[in-house]
């Protein structure tokens, strides 16, 4: 079964600063997607940035990134320019063509 | 749009009660899941169902039983509540069995 590691359980950032929340997977699939969700105090989740297994290219967006090392399953994800609003627990997730497994997340606090 | 909407928010059970969770998307989506979430462990698969009249088994089926009679509904059942199910309940749609998956806000069950 494929598993997910998020191997810190508690980040702490400066306001305006740049903070990576790692993540490693492991998996016998070919075909599958990466996921990192957030999730606020309201305990909805929130999608933050997917990557495909198949894009050698790192997804993006705004600024939020990932670097996606496939040979070495990992997935981490970087948060650029923090906010206050940015923390919450994030959540790396898998998701194969049967099967969907979230690490065990991270707590991201930001101090201002 | 609603998106996915689940109800109750909260519930309170007794040991050995039974009751159904209710899980709703108007996004036509095909893939539907349940997940629990307990604390310091992320997001578990419970069952999932990529159609209407198909439904497998997650990673933590035991207590728990669904259907699939509409594409847009996908109620949990548990037959008989025990104390270990006191959790969070999340449902999620998905277009395919690889796009990301939309949450709903979640259900508080707590058994006693």
């Known amino acids: 079964a494929q598993t997910v590691t998020q191997s810190q359980p508690e980040m702490s950032v400066q306001e305006a600063e740049t903070v990576t929340l790692s993540c490693t997977y492991d998996?016998?699939?070919?075909?599958?997607?990466l996921f990192w969700y957030k999730q606020p105090p309201s305990r909805q989740m929130i999608l933050v940035i997917r990557q495909e297994a198949y894009k050698q290219q790192n997804a993006t967006e705004n600024r939020f990134s990932v670097n996606f090392q496939k040979a070495a399953k990992s997935f981490s994800l970087k948060i650029s320019d923090s906010q206050l609003g940015d923390a919450a627990m994030y959540f790396c997730?898998?998701?194969?063509?049967?099967?969907?497994?979230f690490g065990a997340g991270t707590r991201l606090t930001v101090k201002p | 749009n609603a998106g996915v909407t689940q109800t109750p928010k909260f519930q309170v059970l007794k040991t050995g009660q039974s009751m159904t969770l209710q899980c709703a998307q108007d996004?036509?989506?095909?893939?539907m899941s349940w997940y629990r979430q307990d604390p310091g462990m992320g997001l578990r698969l419970i069952h999932y169902?990529?159609?209407?009249?198909?439904?497998d088994q997650g990673e933590v089926p035991n207590g728990y039983n669904v259907s699939r009679s509409t594409t847009e509904d996908f109620p949990l059942r548990l037959l008989s509540a025990a104390p270990s199910q006191t959790s969070v309940y999340f449902c999620?749609?998905?277009?395919?069995?690889?796009?990301?998956?939309?949450f709903g806000p979640g259900t508080r069950l707590t058994v006693t």
């Open positions: 169902s990529v159609g209407a009249g198909i439904t």
């Open positions: 998996t016998s699939e070919s075909d599958y997607y």
């Open positions: 997730a898998y998701r194969g063509l049967t099967d969907m497994r």
């Open positions: 996004m036509n989506h095909e893939y």
């Open positions: 999620a749609s998905s277009r395919t069995g690889l796009n990301e998956q939309y």
